[in-house]
């Protein structure tokens, strides 16, 4: 448990809310799991930084723990580094989700002979959120293998979490240039910006400004971890409040740095008000996912 836990009930109770719907949390294999904390324990070239991690239990527990947070619906972010791993993946993905009601059935694809045929299935076989990771798969999202894959998702009207800005650093092929040309090919995909596109917060809000089915997601974002190598710009904060309808709240549990209660009280800080608050941390997650 981390510092402040007691407080996250208090929050979405004093907001009027049923409880939270949280688009970015981890749950994957347990040895998958245990390979991911280890390259964040030993600071590795895509993490930049010492990052202690703050919920660092089987998963059992971390269900228990975000349940007991008041998380009505969250995700289980799945994500390969390389070819014949996605499949896979998606495997363990459904059969979780099938067990686990509360969590949004998530798949994830590569640039790779054969996604489109698998990701169709996922489609088919009722997957409601996909993860794309640009930093980690170290791909261009505008491979030709992905276009039958983003044309099947922008069909399919299937939210896609991406992580494609360039923070904690930069990869190959992050940053707004390639998710700009990507949207100009496929204007209505329903893509979801993890951490705001972090660090290039202006860069992102003007896509999502362009594109009516673009959202964000505030994952690590006005955190003080995150704040002390990309802050957001204080200046941006009426846009955010202005595309507040396509918010959305994002902790990237359990592999966070510090308590879950911090990620929602630094969304207060902003100071966009209750209406807004209410939107990130339950109603647009609602409307999106149906929920």
């Known amino acids: 448990?981390?510092?402040?836990?007691?407080?996250?009930?208090?929050?979405?109770?004093?907001?009027?809310?049923?409880?939270?719907?949280?688009?970015?949390?981890?749950?994957?294999?347990?040895r998958v799991m245990a390979k991911v904390q280890a390259y964040f324990d030993a600071a590795g070239p895509l993490v930049g930084r010492e990052w202690p991690i703050a919920y660092r239990m089987e998963g059992d527990a971390r269900l228990a723990v975000l349940r007991g947070f008041g998380v009505r619906a969250f995700t289980s972010m799945i994500y390969p580094h390389k070819p014949g791993m996605a499949r896979w993946l998606n495997g363990w993905a459904a059969g979780f989700a099938a067990r686990t009601p509360d969590c949004l059935r998530t798949a994830t694809f590569f640039p790779e002979d054969g996604a489109a045929d698998y990701v169709a299935a996922e489609i088919d076989g009722g997957a409601r959120v996909f993860k794309a990771h640009v930093q980690v798969g170290g791909y261009d999202p505008g491979d030709a293998?992905?276009?039958?894959?983003?044309?099947?998702?922008?069909?399919?009207?299937?939210?896609?979490?991406?992580?494609?800005?360039?923070?904690?650093?930069p990869?190959?092929?992050?940053?707004?240039?390639?998710?700009?040309?990507?949207?100009?090919?496929?204007?209505?995909?329903?893509?979801v910006i993890a951490h705001l596109g972090m660090p290039e917060y202006t860069d992102f809000l003007d896509l999502a400004e362009r594109h009516p089915d673009v959202h964000l997601d505030t994952t690590m974002a006005f955190t003080d971890f995150a704040e002390h190598d990309a802050p957001f710009p204080r200046e941006a904060r009426g846009r955010l409040r202005d595309l507040g309808d396509r918010v959305l709240f994002g902790s990237d549990f359990p592999n966070i740095p510090y308590g879950y209660a911090h990620a929602l009280e630094a969304l207060t800080r902003l100071e966009l008000g209750d209406s807004w608050l209410r939107g990130v941390c339950y109603g647009n997650g609602a409307r999106l996912f149906g929920i």
Not at 14 to 28: K, R, S, Y
Not at 150 to 156: E, K, Q, R
Request: glycine share 18%; charged share 15%; with cysteine.
């Open 145 to 169: 293998l992905l276009d039958p894959v983003w044309g099947a998702l922008a069909d399919a009207g299937t939210p896609v979490v991406i992580h494609c800005g360039s923070g904690p650093v």
């Open 171 to 191: 990869g190959t092929h992050t940053g707004p240039g390639p998710i700009g040309r990507l949207l100009a090919r496929h204007p209505g995909l329903r893509l």
């Open 1 to 30: 448990m981390a510092e402040g836990d007691e407080r996250v009930g208090a929050f979405w109770r004093e907001l009027g809310l049923p409880g939270l719907i949280d688009v970015h949390t981890h749950f994957m294999p347990e």
